[in-house]
């Protein structure tokens, strides 16, 4: 129903309309107007989204002012025709010609302050006598409801009205569309960083009136005294504000006192996640928040305020807040007082340990670079924090502060005691090898953990550290993710880096910065490192040898990478191979299946992956960068790409790839497109499977790089191409020689006949097991390539063929359908572009890709599933060929062992003149040793 325009005139409502330009009209109502006591005079109510505009009564219409409907305070009824507005600007009374027309505008008024401050508290009254008529009857009033996000765009835009800016249509169209579309209930300033200050403002005061969002958030941001302003106006109305996040927008120094005043007005503030790193809140500000706390009836659920510039008075302050509001204890899970220098050096931190030393809810604690006691602190943990803390970083702090060699007890029972600990973070601190030992033993003594990422790095542990790592670390089961870079181990690394090998737990290492040794131990360091990840039952999934300055030796880790069968992840960077390291890279590529992420994880201070998620987030990658690569090593990689087919994505080796443009743009531009071309355009399915299948089944190879490998066997002399393949094959391989060898001293043994056959069927099995891989692999829906799958996608797209098909005849009898209607005398002519189509001729077929319909979804749609079921059948093959192959050689072993009884038997042939029986009718084949 439209809005009544009482007696307007056409005329006149068309005039008005013009006036007002663009804005839709709600209501449109003569009225009197009181301009002075006992006179009024005759206007026109125009009430559009955000404004009641009066004109005069006559044509044309004349504007005689404007009202922001948000000016209104108060809306009453002096009698059943008469509605007085109390605005900012003083009040305003209004007489209207029937009580309808007095409570259709007390309603639209009402309507639109309902849109614009949905959550606001009412700032009108209407008294009960003479009551008003609000059963709606406008159109507005009637589609008026919950709009999107809250009602955002709505106070949004009525905000901008009562401030005289033109309102931002993307801002309400990302509300309304991304944030609405995608739940986020955290405004994010950084989505509308291109506003002015003033437009921005205005974005952040209408979360005040919101009930949708639930979270402020602005990151690496520079805030305006303005917008900062109103960051404090919502916390103050806002009644669903529950996150404040604001790191390094350069907040002003009386900005945490100001958001103390702000929560102290708030009647029930919601506020439960404060986080206000980098930012200068100073010992004054941290005061004033903590006041605050004392009343927060929930607590908080996160506090984050490191590089705050914090000092004692707010430690203070704030340990007494948390000591003394109990719903701190069972709601704080998160703390964060990191990177405040000198915060815990004083006697003013006890209040904070007494609260730590209580039972609490706490999950995450971030104490780094505060001149944190460790012993004082872990006495602390010990009685309030074993149950649930997970993530503890103490990095950067010293073990004690008082000069004494004694390590408290309570270091081992804290790290024995502990039930939930899945990061640790101890980095940069000076542990005595005493405190060192505490802290292994207890994590040996845990039967609780699993996975824990231990941070070591920096800690100038060196040789009594390595003696006491050798010592205990292969018995701890608990660390799955070490970090011991930049330790000055050095030489150390002899007789640690085998102990490491020998805790099966351990699944991601980082030794980066621990090779300042000459050239010869270097290289004896690196042999038993590329021993470790040789072994069958390597546990190790990461490595990281990072900015270590290995330069050429790092060819004899590469050459180890080619076929290894553990490692999916190594950090090479900043070792500077230079292009020999990148040539030899580009051949461990050509035949690793299983290496998928080179580089781009750092230890120390750097990120660190959890421990317990997926290295590769985005399939099998290469990142690689900071080693001295030129156009000829770029070329060289995109060389080994055409061979590689597990690798999907490879990140810009920026640096590199930077330098190497300098001096051959042309060449290093032409090697790096081949490079990246290859993963984007990976196959997968069967060709996966059939491609990949290789190098799974060529393990470890003796290397065949000289004097880089040092377990070559004594035959081989380089160059071998896949002759050796895997410890297990050449195991089966010796083994086989054995019973041949045993074999022949018993020819024509009477006795040994039997066992003789035996070993002829399992030396033949032998010789076949060495094709088992490849011929399983060849196997099944993924290497056959015409499986159930492959044929119902072959039929469902028939199928959709089809339906394209008989769609495009369907459009082109609806296209001709309507083109005769429209213009019968052009269509009788029938005229195509190309020739005549319609008097019998026959009709053009519009061009479509040729296979689209089998294209869509034999290469798209089924690329993600035939590169799983590749990959499964690829696990498949691999564990029944290693159980076929044990079992043989359980088999070989025993039958090895009969025949070497027969031989002892005196009355063995040894010595005697062989018999005329051949190799070839005991059936044994001298082919399949390698020694």
């Given at each position: 129903m439209a809005p009544p325009a009482g007696d307007v005139s056409r005329e006149l409502q068309e005039s008005i309309r013009r006036a007002l330009g663009r804005p839709r009209i709600h209501l449109l109502l003569r009225a009197r107007l009181e301009t002075k006591p006992r006179r009024l005079e005759e206007r026109i109510l125009a009430l559009t989204a955000w404004r009641l505009h009066l004109f005069g009564p006559t044509a044309p219409a004349k504007a005689e002012g404007s009202l922001s409907v948000l000016e209104i305070r108060c809306i009453s009824a002096t009698s059943p025709t008469?509605?007085?507005?109390?605005?900012?600007?003083?009040?305003?009374?209004?007489?209207?010609?029937?009580?309808?027309?007095?409570?259709c505008l007390a309603r639209e008024l009402g309507a639109a302050l309902g849109r614009a401050l949905p959550c606001a508290p009412p700032v009108w009254t209407l008294p009960p006598a003479p009551p008003l008529d609000t059963s709606p009857t406008s159109e507005s009033s009637a589609s008026s409801g919950p709009s999107v996000c809250g009602g955002f765009s709505d106070t949004y835009a009525a905000l901008c009205d009562y401030n005289g800016l033109s309102c931002r249509e993307e801002v309400q169209w990302d509300v309304d569309t991304l944030y609405h579309a995608g739940e986020r209930r955290c405004f994010d300033l950084r989505d509308f960083s291109h506003l002015e200050s003033r437009e921005l403002a205005l974005a952040v005061a209408a979360l005040g009136y919101n009930r949708w969002f639930r979270g402020l958030c602005c990151r690496d941001l520079r805030l305006s005294s303005e917008v900062q302003a109103q960051v404090l106006h919502a916390v103050r109305r806002s009644p669903a504000l529950e996150e404040l996040i604001l790191d390094n927008v350069g907040l002003n120094t009386d900005f945490a006192s100001r958001l103390a005043t702000a929560l102290a007005a708030h009647p029930d503030p919601p506020l439960r996640c404060l986080e206000l790193p980098r930012g200068p809140l100073g010992d004054k500000g941290l005061a004033?928040?903590?006041?605050?706390?004392?009343?927060?009836?929930?607590?908080?659920?996160?506090l984050r305020l490191p590089h705050c510039s914090l000092g004692a008075r707010g430690l203070a302050a704030l340990g007494r807040a948390l000591g003394t509001n109990p719903a701190f204890r069972s709601a704080l899970q998160l703390l964060d007082l990191g990177h405040n220098p000198g915060l815990l050096g004083s006697p003013h931190g006890a209040d904070l340990f007494a609260f730590l030393a209580q039972p609490n809810a706490?999950?995450?604690?971030?104490?780094?670079?505060?001149?944190?006691?460790?012993?004082?602190?872990?006495?602390?943990?010990?009685?309030?924090?074993?149950?649930r803390l997970s993530y503890l970083n103490v990095a950067g702090n010293s073990f004690c502060h008082r000069k004494t060699r004694e390590v408290p007890p309570t270091l081992q029972q804290f790290f024995c005691s502990t039930f939930a600990l899945s990061h640790i973070s101890l980095a940069g601190v000076r542990l005595p090898p005493d405190a060192l030992r505490s802290l292994l033993q207890g994590l040996a003594a845990n039967t609780h953990l699993s996975d824990l990422h231990l941070d070591l790095s920096g800690c100038e542990l060196r040789s009594p550290g390595?003696?006491?790592?050798?010592?205990?670390?292969?018995?701890?089961?608990?660390?799955?993710?070490?970090?011991?870079?930049?330790?000055?181990?050095?030489?150390?690394?002899?007789t640690l880096v085998p102990a490491l090998g020998r805790n099966k737990a351990l699944k991601h290492l980082w030794l980066g910065k621990n090779f300042s040794v000459k050239a010869r131990t270097l290289e004896e360091i690196l042999h038993k490192l590329v021993q470790v990840i040789q072994e069958d039952d390597c546990s190790l999934q990461s490595l990281s040898v990072a900015e270590s300055r290995l330069k050429?030796?790092?060819?004899?880790?590469?050459?180890?990478?080619?076929?290894?069968?553990?490692?999916?992840?190594?950090?090479?960077?900043?070792?500077?191979m230079e292009d020999m390291g990148a040539k030899m890279l580009a051949k461990a590529l050509q035949i690793n299946s299983t290496l998928r992420w080179v580089g781009g994880f750092t230890g120390g201070s750097g990120v660190v992956p959890p421990p317990r998620c997926h290295l590769w987030s985005h399939g099998r990658s290469l990142i690689w960068d900071r080693n001295n690569t030129t156009a000829v090593g770029f070329q060289d990689i995109a060389r080994a790409m055409e061979s590689n087919h597990t690798l999907t994505f490879m990140a810009l080796p920026l640096c590199d790839l930077t330098a190497a443009y300098r001096s051959a743009p042309e060449r290093t531009d032409t090697g790096w497109q081949q490079t990246s071309r290859f993963p984007s355009s990976r196959s997968s399915g069967a060709s996966y499977a059939m491609a990949a299948a290789p190098r799974y089944h060529q393990s470890r190879c003796c290397g065949c790089s000289g004097a880089l490998s040092p377990a070559r066997p004594s035959n081989c002399q380089g160059g071998c191409q896949g002759c050796c393949q895997g410890d297990v094959l050449q195991m089966l391989c010796r083994l086989s020689g054995r019973v041949q060898a045993a074999a022949r001293g018993l020819r024509g043994h009477p006795g040994a006949q039997r066992d003789l056959a035996e070993a002829q069927e399992l030396l033949r099995e032998a010789r076949n097991a060495r094709a088992l891989f490849p011929s399983l692999a060849a196997l099944g829906p993924a290497g056959a390539g015409a499986g159930p799958l492959q044929l119902l996608l072959q039929g469902v797209a028939g199928d959709v063929a089809k339906a394209v098909d008989k769609e495009l005849e369907v459009l082109l009898e609806a296209l001709l359908g309507r083109a005769a209607e429209l213009c019968p005398r052009a269509t009788a002519a029938g005229v195509w572009p190309g020739g005549a189509w319609l008097g019998g001729a026959p009709r053009p077929r519009p061009p479509l890709p040729p296979g689209l319909a089998p294209g869509a979804l034999l290469e798209r749609a089924g690329e993600e599933i035939r590169e799983q079921l590749g990959e499964v059948q690829l696990a498949l093959v691999t564990s029944l060929t290693q159980a076929v192959v044990a079992e043989l050689l359980r088999e070989l072993r025993r039958v090895h062992q009969a025949l070497a009884q027969h031989?002892?038997?005196?009355?063995?042939?040894?010595?005697?003149?062989?018999?005329?029986?051949?190799?070839?009718?005991?059936?044994i084949d001298v082919g399949v040793g390698c020694t």
């Open positions: 008469q509605v007085r507005l109390d605005t900012e600007r003083g009040p305003l009374a209004l007489a209207l010609a029937t009580p309808a027309a007095a409570a004033a928040l903590s006041q605050r706390f004392l009343g927060l009836p929930g607590g908080l659920r996160r706490l999950l995450h604690l971030d104490l780094a670079s505060t001149d944190c006691a460790l012993d004082v602190l872990f006495g602390a943990l010990l009685h309030g924090c074993c149950s390595a003696r006491v790592l050798e010592e205990l670390l292969g018995g701890i089961s608990a660390v799955g993710s070490l970090d011991l870079s930049d330790n000055g181990f050095d030489a150390d690394l002899l050429a030796r790092t060819c004899i880790l590469v050459n180890a990478l080619g076929s290894n069968a553990c490692l999916a992840k190594v950090d090479l960077s900043g070792n500077f031989l002892q038997d005196p009355r063995s042939p040894q010595g005697q003149e062989p018999s005329n029986s051949t190799d070839e009718e005991l059936g």
